[in-house]
Every structure is written in C-alpha cells, then in structure tokens.
C-alpha cells in the first residue's frame, strides 16, 4: 500500500469564496480538475470554480478529505465528480452535507458508466462533451438570464475538441491494430479510440485496484517485454511503484517506448492541450518504434 497524502483544493477562478453574499456568481466544486476546468469554460465568470485533485505529482486515490473541502462542499450550489467508484469519497460527503438544490453531477452516469467499469472516463472522448452539455443544461436551470452565454460556450467548447478528434483520427489511420502495453489502465479508453491493440490486462487490473498481479500475468508482461511483442508501454506516473518501475526499465532495456500519462491535469494547462499533449506523446512514441 502506497501512503496516504493530502492534495488541497485550489481556485480556479479568483474572488471572493463560494456562498460569500458578495458574490453572486454560482458555487462549484469539482472533485478533479479536468472538470474543473471545463466548469469554468462553459461558466465563464458566472461561476466560481474550486477544484479538490489538482497536483499531478501526488496519487488521488489517497485523498483524504481535510475540512476545508468538507466546507466548500456544503457550500457549493453544484458538486461535479467522476463515481465508477473513482471517487467514492465524494458520495460520503454529499450526504454529510446535504442542502436543498444542490445539483450533483456524477460524470460516469451520462456516459453510462458504473462501479466495476474502468473509471478513467476523462480519457474517453465521448466524456466531456456529454459532461459538458449536462453542466450547461444546469447552469442555464440556476440562471437562466444567462443561459444564451452558457449555450454559447458550450458550442465553443465542443468546436475546440476538433483537433483532439482530428489527431485521434490520425494516428489511428496510421497505427491502428498496433499491439501496446500498460501498466494501469489509465489509459485504456483512449487507446481503444485509437484502435491499438492492448495486452495485459489482467495485470493492469490488479495495479489499478492495489493487489498482487498474479506470477502468470507478470511473466507475460516481462515476455512481450523481452520480445518486444509490444510497441509502447503507458504507465501512470502518479502511482508508480517499485514494480511498475521494474517493468518500465524492462521497456527501456528493450527499446521500447515508453509513455507516462497523468490522472490529474497540469495547473498551467487546459483539459484540450493536456490530452493533446499526451497523444501528440503517443504518436511520436509509435512513430519511433515503426522506425
């Protein structure tokens, strides 16, 4: 078991705090801050935007909830969080701060996913337009004076995912069928956009949920490993063990390449040029095994 860690909340959009009578924009929190930062782009400055996981250097599946975040909870008129169990967290402390109409929006509910279900959605492409429109139809329900500018970006907002489609498209034209690793299935949803081949899953599984992979399902990640069966290995850098390091100097030995994708977005990104940049990544790390 890795040790457990704080990650603090942080502002996305400066002024005074949510429920401050000086304030009427709308309060929300975000439990991670890739939809905190699409919160603030379809909000714009009607809407004040806390993100809790934001530090990409630390592992969220450690959170562990400081009163702060219990307050700003209780304040906030809407609550944005992954659920597939990914953030089990937040469904405790939307109880132990219930108020009337409060809007909770479970992520994984409009891309019809549940617990048992690979939780990573923010790496599937249909998942922010679908959390995107979800939040404009409830910002527009709490201020409604304002639902045109909520409309307004939300239509900007789905325009500038074009050239993440656009590079989708592209590398899975070139390099689709590709047979791939990972560590962790951080990743899984989008490779499965790009249409690569992945192995090891199981594995992958037993590293996600923080078990002992099984003896068979580590020697056949070492032997695509030391028979470079696979082109590319992703690893989570924010959950790295002494294992996943193991086989990441495996990768290298073998000449291999080797790509690490984060959980959390980096603060001085947004969520388009943090998974451009991890696909541009990727297409440069297949392009130099095809070589």
């Known amino acids: ?116 279900d690979n939780p990573h959605l923010w790496y599937d492409p249909d998942t922010m337009p679908a959390f995107a429109k979800t939040l404009s139809e409830a910002l527009s329900a709490i201020d409604p004076a304002h639902a045109d500018d909520y409309a307004g970006r939300l239509k900007g907002f789905i325009a500038s995912l074009q050239p993440l489609n656009d590079k989708i498209a592209a590398i899975r034209g070139k390099y689709g069928g590709v047979s791939v690793t990972a560590t962790e299935p951080l990743f899984g949803y989008m490779a499965a956009s790009l249409h690569l081949t992945m192995h090891n899953e199981r594995f992958q599984l037993a590293v996600m949920n923080n078990t002992e992979p099984s003896i068979s399902d580590l020697e056949s990640f070492q032997r695509d490993l030391e028979t470079r069966n696979v082109r590319v290995v992703f690893f989570n850098q924010q959950a790295s063990d002494n294992l996943v390091r193991h086989l990441v100097k495996l990768a290298r030995a073998a000449d291999i390449s080797v790509v690490g994708v984060t959980e959390t977005c980096p603060a001085d990104q947004s969520y388009q040029d943090w998974m451009l940049g991890e696909l541009q990544q990727t297409e440069r790390a297949l392009a130099r095994t095809a070589s």
């Open 1 to 116: 078991m890795r040790a457990g860690l704080w990650i603090a909340a942080t502002l996305l959009v400066a002024g005074p705090s949510p429920g401050s009578s000086a304030d009427d924009r709308i309060s929300l929190v975000a439990a991670e801050n890739f939809y905190g930062d699409v919160a603030a782009q379809i909000g714009g400055d009607r809407v004040a935007v806390i993100s809790i996981l934001s530090n990409p250097d630390q592992d969220p599946h450690l959170f562990e909830t400081p009163p702060s975040v219990v307050r700003e909870i209780g304040a906030a008129q809407i609550v944005v969080y992954n659920g597939a169990n990914y953030d089990p967290w937040m469904e405790k402390l939307l109880k132990v701060t219930a108020r009337p109409g409060r809007v909770a929006i479970r992520v994984a509910d409009g891309v019809d996913r549940k617990p048992g």
